[in-house]
Antibody
Framework: QVQLKESGPGLVQPSQTLSLTCTVS????????VHWVRQPPGKGLEWVGA???????DYNSALKSRLSISRDTSKSQVFLKMNSLQTEDTAIYFC?????????????WGQGTLVTVSS | DIQMTQSPPSLSASLGETVSIECRAS??????LAWYQQKSGKSPQLLIY???SLQDGVPSRFSGSGSGTQYSLKISGMQPEDEGVYYC?????????FGAGTKLELK
């Protein structure tokens, strides 16, 4: 079955770079897009960006200058890197996937990983 | 970016009551709208996609409607397990954008 699982450092210092990994199973990254969504504690959801089945990417315009999403298809992993982290980047980061090629709604979600930006 | 204005921010409903949540887009999103339910400490769960299509396994008391810029989610008969925060998502243009959420509680 389709599964996604986020992993990452938990705590990052301000101005440093965040690196997260989404390890997927049950589907191929070359046939499906993977997206990142984040949620600050007690607040709403924010779409961060996506990597498409062909390898191209799209980013939230507010984060674009600091953000990079890439993948390793042989390891079924998607990577998020965000630099110049600020306290406002403290959030639960989810990776998620639409149910089929060409759809936009996120049907499959990881459990999320909490990233705290603090010195 | 397309702005999604969701209302109300919170509401309280009695058991069996019918509730509605609205989302208004800043431009036409051509029914590319999904609704999610999120319970505390959990990942969001997809309820409705393409404005009115019910996701597999979601109870039929949930329904969606709307077109253009105006959309709504209706719960016909509030149940205790329906408590949570509800979000709309537009998938018409990048960046995808969510509504701010509606917190639904059982009265």
């Amino acid at each position: 079955q389709v599964q996604l699982k986020e992993s990452g450092p938990g705590l990052v210092q301000p101005s440093q770079t965040l690196s997260l990994t989404c390890t997927v199973s049950g589907f191929s990254l070359t046939s499906n897009s993977v997206h990142w969504v984040r949620q600050p504690p007690g607040k709403g959801l924010e779409w961060v960006g996506a990597i498409w089945s062909g390898g191209s990417t799209d980013y939230n315009s507010a984060l674009k200058s600091r953000l990079s999403i890439s993948r390793d298809t042989s390891k079924s992993q998607v990577f998020l890197k965000m630099n110049s982290l600020q306290t406002e980047d403290t959030a639960i980061y989810f990776c998620t996937r639409p149910p089929r090629y060409g759809s936009y709604e996120f049907a499959y979600w990881g459990q999320g990983t909490l990233v705290t930006v603090s010195s | 970016d397309i702005q999604m204005t969701q209302s109300p921010p919170s509401l309280s409903a009695s058991l069996g009551e019918t509730v509605s949540i609205e989302c208004r887009a800043s431009e036409d999103i051509y029914s590319n709208l999904a609704w999610y339910q999120q319970k505390s400490g959990k990942s969001p769960q997809l309820l409705i996609y393409y404005a009115s299509s019910l996701q597999d396994g979601v109870p039929s008391r949930f329904s969606g409607s709307g077109s253009g810029t105006q959309y709504s989610l209706k719960i016909s008969g509030m149940q205790p397990e329906d408590e949570g925060v509800y979000y709309c998502l537009q998938g018409s243009k990048y960046p995808y954008t969510f509504g701010a959420g509606t917190k639904l509680e059982l009265k």
